[in-house]
Nanobody, 117 residues
Framework: QVQLVESGGGLVQAGGSLRLSCVAS????????MAWYRQAPGKERELIAE???????YYRDSVKGRFISSRDNAKNTLYLQMNNLKFEDTAMYYC???????????WGQGTQVTVSS
């Protein structure tokens, strides 16, 4: 059983930055594609970034150029650097580990990001 633990959320003013971390247990992290999702109140959970085992990242258009996802396989840790935050970035942020078929096998508990305008 894999556990994913996010941290780094908080309250920030618009234009500010936050760095989220997600630490994974187990030995499969380095072989797994990872992803960041977010869910705002009253909205569906949406995928915002994916990163392959080798570190190639893909982003949702709304965060492209502002968010950077990276990973440290030696530390079993996934990161999301969020810059120039906007009010509409306010949401619960989740990291996820994908299985061999591309589905999400494991979710973290989430970390809240609140951006004040």
């Amino acid at each position: 059983q894999v556990q994913l633990v996010e941290s780094g959320g908080g309250l920030v003013q618009a234009g500010g930055s936050l760095r989220l971390s997600c630490v994974a247990s187990g030995s499969c992290f380095r072989f797994s594609a990872m992803a960041w999702y977010r869910q705002a109140p009253g909205k569906e959970r949406e995928l915002i970034a994916e990163i392959s085992c080798g570190g190639r990242a893909y982003y949702r258009d709304s965060v492209k150029g502002r968010f950077i996802s990276s990973r440290d396989n030696a530390k079993n840790t996934l990161y999301l650097q969020m810059n120039n935050l906007k009010f509409e970035d306010t949401a619960m942020y989740y990291c996820a580990q994908r299985g061999g078929l591309g589905n999400v096998d494991y979710w973290g508990q989430g970390t809240q990001v609140t951006v004040s305008s």
